[in-house]
């Protein structure tokens, strides 16, 4: 099949997310008035708790069994790669554009954590409907084409509220005589610490520190347990478990022990199972999943549309090309690399799902992370309407590009 077949192949499903961005950008608009703040709170929760959790269980039933664990090892490696080679990526950003350090965290999470769930959940199964499509049947592509999404997208939020959820936390921690306001994480240090404000102000940390430096020196050894009550409280102090363990997290969970117990799966999934109302229920409420996704992130980039804050065009162009230029061509070579090694099995459905995992627009949900800090939310409005814009042409693109090596 010829370069241009598959450049229209990949426009559809692209044009696809175009429109019903479009749709939900005027729900929001106040000509509309139907996808307001608290409306999109509210579907926003539905999707997060219902929906996606939903779509992600009964698609990695359907699909994972013991056979496959092994199969499908390399999309958290390849998820990290990305991460880290994104985040190499804009530290060199801030070091060029010289960014102020309130947009740090945010130049950081937009260069190393992708859309890496919803963005498939929407063109994966509009690319497998295509005649020109280089990936099977259309019912066989769509099951494993959203198994495949479904997994991104749980690993994908595992990474970031870890990772990115801490960099961000850790580089953002900017304070008055920065020049800009305190963030929401160091008010609360700043409030809970026994710290004197004069030597908050002398040191600028304010953070409490994990042994009191009243307690005289002394040769007690520190028994084992408590080393470990204090290596967990560190742990939950720094990762926020109610945000890893998030319901799509829990969801593949239970996808995957329907799927590799052959009991269970033999009970809910297929036409002769017993309790398969359980699996046609499931698919039902994670069929909103994708439409809804879809609407919230067209009325999300129109808070962009009318923000006022200023963002340096150079920060805007160097995340464009982190994201658009190099990170797929870095990922292009990675994959390519692995499947000589034989690291990756031979499905082409999966490896083009792990390169567009490199050439994919931010997480939307870094908004919401700016958002829990208080810093930069109106600049990540600005940068993300700029970076989705472009995403309609370089998405395009790089699914053609990488269709054609798939099949060549």
């Avoid at 982190?322 to 690399?337: A, E, M």
Wanted: some cysteine; overall charge neutral.
């Amino acid at each position: 099949m010829g370069i241009l077949e598959l450049f229209i192949t990949a426009c559809v499903p692209v044009f696809n997310m175009l429109l019903v961005t479009g749709v939900g950008s005027f729900l929001a608009s106040d000509f509309a008035g139907i996808l307001g703040k608290e409306a999109r709170k509210h579907l926003n929760n539905i999707v997060f708790y219902v929906f996606n959790p939903s779509l992600v269980a009964i698609y990695l039933a359907k699909t994972i069994t013991l056979e496959s664990f092994a199969k499908l090892w390399f999309m958290p490696v390849n998820i990290l790669l990305v991460f880290v080679s994104g985040l190499i990526l804009g530290w060199i950003v801030i070091q060029v554009t010289r960014a102020p350090a309130k947009l740090r965290g945010l130049i950081l999470g937009c260069c190393s954590a992708g859309n890496w769930g919803n963005i498939f959940l929407i063109i994966i199964p509009a690319l497998c409907k295509e005649k020109g499509s280089p990936f099977g049947a259309p019912d066989v592509c769509q099951t494993y084409g959203l198994a495949y999404s479904s997994l991104s997208m749980a690993i994908g939020a595992v990474f970031l509220w870890t990772f990115v959820y801490n960099t961000v936390r850790a580089t953002s921690k900017v304070t008055e005589g920065d020049g800009y306001a305190e963030t929401n994480q160091t008010k609360v240090l700043a409030s809970e610490s026994p710290v004197s404000e004069e030597d908050c102000s002398a040191s600028n940390d304010c953070t409490l520190p994990l042994i009191s430096n009243n307690i005289p020196p002394s040769k007690y050894k520190v028994p084992l347990s408590e080393k470990a009550r204090k290596f967990f409280s560190w742990m939950s102090e720094t990762v926020d478990l109610k945000k890893l363990f998030a319901p799509s997290t829990i969801a593949v969970i239970v996808g995957f022990i329907i799927g590799g117990t052959p009991l269970i799966r033999n009970a809910i999934i297929g036409e002769n199972a017993p309790l398969r109302v359980l699996q046609e229920s499931a698919e039902l409420i994670g069929g909103g999943a994708i439409p809804s996704v879809t609407l919230i992130m067209g009325a999300n980039l129109l808070n962009g549309v009318r923000g006022e804050a200023s963002v340096q065009p150079s920060i805007i162009v160097s995340v464009v090309v982190v994201r658009y230029i190099l990170l797929p061509l870095l990922g292009t070579g990675l994959i390519k690399g692995a499947v000589h090694l034989g690291l990756i099995h031979p499905d082409p459905l999966y490896q083009f799902v792990l390169l567009l995992q490199y050439a994919v627009p931010p997480a939307m949900n870094i908004g919401t992370i700016m958002q829990l800090f208080g810093v930069g939310e109106s600049e990540c409005s600005v940068i993300f309407v700029w970076v989705y814009a472009l995403a309609s042409v370089a998405v395009t693109v790089w699914s053609a590009f990488f269709m054609w090596t798939l099949s060549s």
